[in-house]
Nanobody, 127 residues
Framework: QVQLVESGGGLVQAGGSLRLSCAAS????????MGWFRQAPGKERELVAA????????YYADSVKGRFTISRDNAKNTVYLQMNSLKPEDTAVYYC????????????????????WGQGTQVTVSS
């Protein structure tokens, strides 16, 4: 069983930046593909960014491409989401998730492939 704990959310003005962190338990973190999802009020949970276990491969939703950067530090069992040029439409609860079975060079895209989830952290962007 893997425990994931997000941090770094908060309130920021449009155009500002936040850095989210997700700390994972376990000794096999480097094997897991990781993803950041978000869910806004009244909307479905959506994949924002994903990274392969090795860190070589990344994916970004079109809505955040060029503004957000996902990264990981396997030595620290941590995945990050750097969010720049934030917009009010980025307001959501952000969740990190882990796929324990993904190839180290491949990201996980479908939500059902993710096995473990953090509790979420609120990001609010004011206009």
């Amino acid at each position: 069983q893997v425990q994931l704990v997000e941090s770094g959310g908060g309130l920021v003005q449009a155009g500002g930046s936040l850095r989210l962190s997700c700390a994972a338990s376990g000794r096999t973190f480097r094997r897991y593909a990781m993803g950041w999802f978000r869910q806004a009020p009244g909307k479905e949970r959506e994949l924002v960014a994903a990274i392969s276990g090795s860190g070589v491969t990344t994916y970004y939703a079109d809505s955040v491409k060029g503004r957000f950067t996902i990264s990981r530090d396997n030595a620290k069992n941590t995945v990050y989401l750097q969010m720049n040029s934030l917009k009010p439409e980025d307001t959501a609860v952000y969740y990190c998730a882990a796929d324990r079975t993904t190839d180290p060079l491949v990201v996980a895209r479908p939500i059902f492939e993710y096995d473990y989830w953090g509790q979420g952290t609120q990001v609010t962007v004011s206009s």
